[in-house]
């Protein structure tokens, strides 16, 4: 590229051949000739002009081209710059991709494309200076989150009103119908992408809702969620293997059906979805098979939850916990992809040792298998079904990972494991890129030989719950990537001991993600 000096030189060059025109036609205009000479005079004068205004052209002509070479130049780095900042901000390589010539466009649409990229350019600074959010490292920090409203009407009784999960046999006005809104299933998180050690890139993660209860005593306290940590963990990944910690979703059961009007506590939990917010250590390996095909492993510890409900400000050790040792897990899945959409089928197993007290000890386990499987007409089949003992903390067995014969609390009680299976399936019909529907089916159902051994049995619960079933249709539709709108109906479908009920629950919903 020429330096902005020799442009500048150009510029005085043409700018002198300007004024010594000019002194040439005053000289002339000045002088007096002799009919004589001014034949000769005005010949050589006119040759003379000619000679500088295609001087002053020639200039002209190539200050006018070094000025779009520099415009073109300038254009391509603003270009390039964006590409790398896109890349950064994304945690991807820039592509290597020839770039299109300027001088082979006009120039009424190079300077057009000029000023539409300088209006981006400032667009995106100022886009970056109001969306920085400021770390106490070095480090880049993300934010992200949902506004979510939900707007319901319950028909029937249920355990919770905003986001029910089973049918309950009494309410506490003695009203069948209800309608209510909330805030509550709204979501914030923060990401922080670390520094890269021993090969790997670190980052890490944490995410809360408002679903961890109501301040005691407050009067508006139904608006007023507190404040629950969902997940948060370390992550540490190389190119095949992973390595993260914290407090995660179940890895051995990591689907759920799609829906928005279930949040705080994943959709068709109780209904079949094993599910828990709880800390663990895990370790992942993915074997490439093919070039869109793949076989991934995990295993890992987990925190050896049994379900029991906790009472006050102190935590007491569950039954889980107090066997001395964690719960385990594996899974093993094949994933692809057909037609560009993702597919793949897993299997999982989960074990968990428990102390109950007075000498009662159970082996809790789980067996588990997930899918996801695209099919034509742009539908997508997925789903999940489990079979296991005592996996109450799991969600599995409706919540119940023991039934006793009298008091939970008295040593000469008889105690049971419940065994239970369950599992939910899911299909989707994506009839834009904007707009979905979906219907799934979920049912857990503890096994009758264990709900009927005893003749009254009891649980940590106020009633025992012998199967709950669950049915949804939604559709959601995003007319932008940072908007939605979608409306649910579910029914709800709940056996207790020595009742049957039913209930149904209509949503809408409307909510910004950021």
Request: proline share 5%.
């Amino acid at each position: 590229m020429k330096s902005g000096t020799q442009l500048f030189s150009r510029f005085k060059t043409c700018l002198s051949l300007l004024l010594a025109m000019t002194a040439g036609c005053a000289l002339s205009a000045a002088q007096q000739p002799t009919p004589e000479s001014s034949d000769k005079a005005l010949a050589e004068s006119v040759q003379e002009l000619r000679a500088q205004v295609q001087e002053l052209r020639t200039a002209v002509a190539e200050i006018k081209s070094e000025a779009s070479q520099y415009r073109a130049e300038t254009q391509q780095l603003r270009k390039e710059l964006d590409t790398v900042r896109a890349a950064s901000l994304s945690g991807t390589s820039v592509p290597s991709q020839p770039a299109q010539s300027a001088s082979a466009l006009p120039v009424d649409q190079r300077l057009s494309a000029i000023e539409e990229n300088a209006q981006l350019l400032q667009s995106q600074v100022k886009t970056e200076y109001q969306t920085k959010v400021e770390s106490a490292s070095k480090y880049r920090v993300r934010l992200s989150g949902l506004v979510l409203l939900n707007l319901f009407s319950n028909h029937g009784n249920v355990d919770n009103s905003d986001f029910p999960t089973y049918a309950a046999p009494t309410d506490t006005y003695g009203s069948r119908n209800s309608f209510g809104a909330t805030l509550r299933q709204s979501e914030l998180g923060l990401e922080v992408f670390g520094p890269e050690v021993h090969g790997a890139k670190t980052s890490g993660s944490v995410q809360f809702d408002f679903g961890g209860g109501f301040p005691s005593g407050a009067l508006d306290s139904v608006n007023t969620g507190l404040v629950r940590l969902r997940t948060a963990d370390v992550r540490f990944d190389w190119e095949h293997t992973s390595i993260i910690a914290g407090q995660d979703s179940l890895f051995f059961s990591p689907l759920s059906p799609t829906s928005f009007a279930s949040l705080v506590i994943p959709s068709f939990g109780y209904s079949g979805n094993l599910w828990a917010w709880t800390p663990q250590l895990r370790v992942e390996h993915k074997f490439d098979i093919a070039d869109d095909q793949n076989v991934i492993v995990q295993a890992g510890i987990l925190d050896n939850v049994t379900g029991e409900p906790g009472y006050g400000t102190h935590r007491e050790p569950q039954a889980g916990e107090s066997s001395g040792q964690p719960a385990y897990a594996l899974r093993a899945a094949w994933n692809s992809t057909r037609g560009g959409r993702p597919m793949g089928i897993g299997a999982s197993g989960y074990y968990s040792r428990q102390n109950w007290g007075f000498g009662w000890t159970v082996d809790g386990w789980a067996l588990a298998s997930d899918w996801r499987i695209p099919l034509p007409s742009r539908l997508e089949l997925s789903g999940e079904f489990y079979r296991g003992r005592a996996v109450g903390g799991l969600g599995g067995g409706i919540g119940q990972s023991l039934l006793f014969s009298g008091n939970p609390l008295n040593p000469v009680s008889d105690f049971r494991p419940l065994d239970s299976a369950g599992g939910w399936s899911q299909l989707k019909f994506a009839a834009t890129s904007k707009l979905e529907f979906n219907g799934a089916f979920g049912l857990d159902s503890p096994f009758a030989s264990d709900v009927h051994a005893f003749a009254t049995p009891l649980s940590y619960y106020p009633s025992v719950l012998a199967a709950n079933r669950s049915e949804m249709i939604n559709f959601i539709y995003r007319p932008r990537s940072d908007l939605l709108f979608s409306g649910e109906y579910r029914h709800l479908r709940t056996t207790h001991i020595g009742s049957l009920d039913n209930a149904d629950q209509v949503n809408m919903m409307m909510g910004v993600l950021f």
